[in-house]
C-alpha cells in the first residue's frame, strides 16, 4: 500500500527523515526486483550487488516522484530501478566484445531470415544463415543469456545511440512528438510479442507482464528452468530483429 500521508508530506517539505521513511517502505520492491534479475545472471554476479546499484535508482525515483502524477509510485520507481541495476552492470563490463559481437550476428539473422521468409525463423533456418550447426547454435543462445536482462537497453542498431527506453514517456515535460512515437512503438512491440511462436510468448508473457521468475516460469510450463532460459533468450533476439527494423521506419 502507497504511503500517501508520507508523500504528501516529503513532496511539501523534502524532509530527509521523512525520504528515510519512505526508503524503508520501499526497500522490499528493490529487493524483489534484484532477485528477479538474478535468476538472469551468472552466479557469480552477487545479489546484493544489484540491490546496491537498484538502491541508486529508489532514491532518484523519490526525488522526482510527484503525487499529482496520478501514477502509484511502484510503477514510477521500477524502471529507474532497473535502469540503475543495468547501469552497474554495464559498468562492471563482464561481457566480452566477442560475446556482444555474437549477439549482434544473432539479432541481424533473426530480423534478415524473418523478414525474408515474413514469420518466425526455425532454429535450423538461423544456424543455417550463421553458418554453424543447430548444436553450436544451442550453445551460443545459452553463452548470451546473461545479456538479455540488459538487451532491450542497448541500441536498437550500430548506426543508432538511442535505445527503446530513450522513447519513454516523461510525464515531467511532456512531447507531442515523443507521444507519438512511443505509442508507436508500443503498438510495435505489442504486434512483434503477439507474433512470437507460443512457447515464446507464454514466456515473455510471463515474466514481464506477470513479473514471475524463470524457476517460476518453468513449473507452470512444466519444463526445466534451462529450457525456459533458452526459450526467453530466442525471444528476445527475435523481438530484437523485429524492432530494429521498424525502428527505422519510425524515425523516417
Not at 566484445?97 to 525474408?116: D, S
Not at 515523443?178 to 510479442?193: F, H
Request: proline letters at 5%; glycine letters at 4%.
Amino acid at each position: 500500500m502507497e504511503p500517501m500521508n508520507l508523500w504528501k508530506e516529503f513532496f511539501l517539505k523534502k524532509d530527509p527523515a521523512v525520504k528515510e521513511k519512505l526508503i524503508v517502505h520501499y526497500i522490499s520492491l528493490v529487493q524483489k526486483i534484484a532477485k528477479k534479475a538474478a535468476c538472469s545472471l551468472p552466479s557469480y554476479i552477487d545479489q546484493d550487488d544489484l540491490s546496491s546499484y537498484g538502491i541508486f535508482g529508489l532514491l532518484e525515483a523519490i526525488d522526482r516522484y510527484n503525487p499529482d502524477f496520478g501514477i502509484p509510485f511502484t510503477s514510477f520507481a521500477v524502471k529507474r530501478i532497473k535502469g540503475s541495476i543495468i547501469d552497474g552492470l554495464r559498468k562492471e563490463d563482464r561481457l566480452p566484445a566477442t560475446l556482444r559481437k555474437r549477439a549482434r550476428q544473432i539479432e541481424i539473422a533473426y530480423q534478415k531470415v524473418e523478414t525474408q521468409l515474413c514469420r518466425n525463423a526455425t532454429d535450423e533456418e538461423i544456424a543455417t544463415e550463421l553458418g554453424i550447426s543447430q548444436e553450436d547454435l544451442a550453445k551460443w543462445l545459452k553463452s548470451l543469456q546473461y545479456i538479455t536482462i540488459l538487451s532491450l537497453d542497448e541500441p536498437l542498431s550500430e548506426d543508432q545511440d538511442t535505445s527503446l527506453k530513450d522513447n519513454i514517456y516523461n510525464p515531467e515535460s511532456p512531447n507531442p512528438m515523443q507521444i507519438m512515437i512511443e505509442n508507436e512503438i508500443k503498438g510495435i512491440l505489442t504486434n512483434a510479442v503477439e507474433s512470437l511462436p507460443k512457447k515464446e510468448k507464454n514466456v515473455i508473457s510471463l515474466y514481464y507482464f506477470h513479473d514471475l521468475s524463470n524457476k517460476e516460469i518453468a513449473k507452470v510450463l512444466e519444463v526445466s528452468p534451462s529450457r525456459i532460459s533458452q526459450l526467453h533468450t530466442k525471444a528476445i533476439f527475435r523481438l530484437r530483429g523485429k524492432l530494429s527494423q521498424n525502428r527505422k521506419h519510425i524515425l523516417m
